[in-house]
């Protein structure tokens, strides 16, 4: 039976592998992409401090950190200066980097001179082509 107390505290979505494939800090990327996705954070909630964080799943502080950049330059999350780090407030977090995603591999294609019709099938190819991701319906 869940922990009302442990749901509320966004520290309980991170956790590393240490026989995993990906690196800490890709792992604990994607465990904050997940807990979006499924409603463990929401939009405007408070993460931990970036020292807590790597605390808690004992990595380095610059490691803890490459995973909150990566998420910030994803659009994901948000830092507020001495206020502290936010899931971001878009509606659909998931759906806000996701479509950055989309629009840099647009304009990509577009750079590279390929028309937009050729674009969405090598899009559609792309996702095609990527094996499924364990643990995912």
Sequence with gaps: MPDAAHDHDPLHVFSI??????PPFRQMHD??????ADGRLLPGQKLPTIRALAGHVDVAVNTAAAAYRSLEDAGVIEGRGRAGTFVSLDEDPVGAAARRVALDAAARMRELGVN??????????????????????
């Design 17 to 22: 592998d240490p026989t995993a494939e990906s």
């Design 31 to 36: 465990a904050v992409m997940r807990a979006l």
């Design 116 to 137: 937009p019709e050729r674009s969405r099938e090598m899009f559609a190819d792309a996702v095609q082509a990527l094996p499924p991701k364990s643990g995912t319906a």
